[in-house]
């Protein structure tokens, strides 16, 4: 896929899903310039605060706690955990190198980002309160 048809689709797999933790955040589309590097300090030299936490989970713990199946889900919470289970596959498929960066602490935003078929990094972008 070229990264414009990835950009529509991770639009159609976020489309009103909420990434909900003490709040609910909506997914939205990053991206960078051509040639920077897949590591914190290039992604984020001019999107977090000198001051800034900065930390690197795996995809698989990022989605680990919504795409858990429990006994007493209801047809609403099994369409949530296929619509994760959607997007995570979105993101494996039509990504390389991806990485999950956790930036600050209590308000964290967080970026899951990696390169397309074509070398261009793209992402996504949602938000976790954590008190």
Do not use: C
């Amino acid at each position: 896929m070229t990264t414009p048809e990835i950009i529509t689709l991770f639009k159609q797999v976020t489309t009103d899903l909420l990434w909900s933790s003490e709040s609910d955040y909506p997914f939205e589309i990053v991206t960078w310039d051509r040639g920077v590097d897949l590591d914190r300090t290039a992604l984020f030299n001019k999107l977090a605060k000198p001051n800034d936490v900065i930390e690197t989970i795996t995809l698989a713990d990022f989605f680990a706690p919504v795409l858990t199946v429990e006994d007493w889900y209801e047809a609403d919470e099994l369409a949530l955990v296929n619509r994760y289970t959607d997007l995570s596959h979105a993101i494996e498929s039509n990504l390389s190198d991806v990485k999950v960066f956790r930036v600050g602490e209590v308000n964290i935003a967080i970026y899951i980002v990696g390169k397309t078929p074509g070398g261009d990094l793209v992402g996504l972008k949602t938000q976790v309160v954590e008190t």
